[in-house]
């Protein structure tokens, strides 16, 4: 199976602060159509999970542009800028090319 | 507006089976391949399978072969997951999640074990 590796596990960041989470995968994640399939999604603390990003850089419909994904091959970054309280949650990396679909151990972000 | 909306929580026997529905509303059915995804705090998300539900066809991660079987009633666009010969690894919650792009999630179900 893909091994998606978060880093870190958690990270404590200031309201309006910003910061990054890593996401490297054992495979590279390019399909032979030219597409990666790499997404990144956020749980809130009692919620279910939320698409943020997909194929590694693309916001979803109503995601705030304080939120960008980036990388390429099995290399990929989701940074949040000017963080705000609804940003708080843990957030995963996940893999749709390879099976299984596997998702990384996930990033807890707190308030410092 | 999409929703998926799950069935509630359940509570399983070691050895029995239970049923998870996730109904699905604000699309159209069997436009999008449903999945369903395991989070369990020893083993995290783990991807189940998916199923199309306009031809019924299905696909599991191997972990699960034996342990889960999607279907879809396309006449109540509802999904369903059901977990059979169930073990303390089965406590978990459940969650849909349409397409995939896991565009849209059910609220998940909680499954406990126990006797």
């Given at each position: 199976d893909v091994v998606m590796t978060q880093t870190p596990v958690s990270l404590s960041v200031s309201l309006g602060g910003q910061t990054s989470i890593s996401c490297r995968s054992s495979q590279s994640l390019v399909h032979s159509n030219g597409n990666t399939y790499l997404y990144w999604y956020l749980q809130k603390p009692g919620q279910s999970l939320q698409l943020l990003i997909y194929k590694v850089s693309n916001r979803f419909?109503?995601?705030?542009?304080r939120f960008s994904g980036s990388g390429s091959g099995t290399d990929f970054t989701l940074k949040i800028s000017r963080?705000?309280?609804?940003?708080l949650g843990v957030y995963y990396c996940y893999q749709?090319?390879?099976?299984p679909y596997t998702f990384g151990a996930g990033t807890k972000l707190e308030l410092k | 507006e999409v929703q998926l909306q799950q069935s509630g929580p359940e509570v399983g026997r070691p050895g029995s089976s239970v049923k998870i529905s996730c109904k699905a509303s604000g699309y159209t059915f069997t436009d999008y391949v449903m999945n369903w995804v395991k989070q369990s705090p020893g083993q995290g998300l783990e991807w189940i399978g998916y199923i199309d539900p306009e031809y019924g066809r299905t696909d599991y991660a191997e972990k699960f072969k034996k342990k889960a079987t999607l279907t879809a009633d396309t006449s109540s666009n509802t999904a369903y997951i059901q977990l059979s010969?169930?073990?303390?690894?089965?406590t978990a919650t459940y969650f849909c999640a349409r397409d995939g792009y896991g565009t849209y999630w059910g609220q998940g179900t909680l499954v406990t074990v126990s006797s």
């Open positions: 419909s109503g995601v705030p542009d963080v705000e309280p609804e940003d749709g090319i390879h099976y | 010969s169930l073990t303390s690894e089965d």
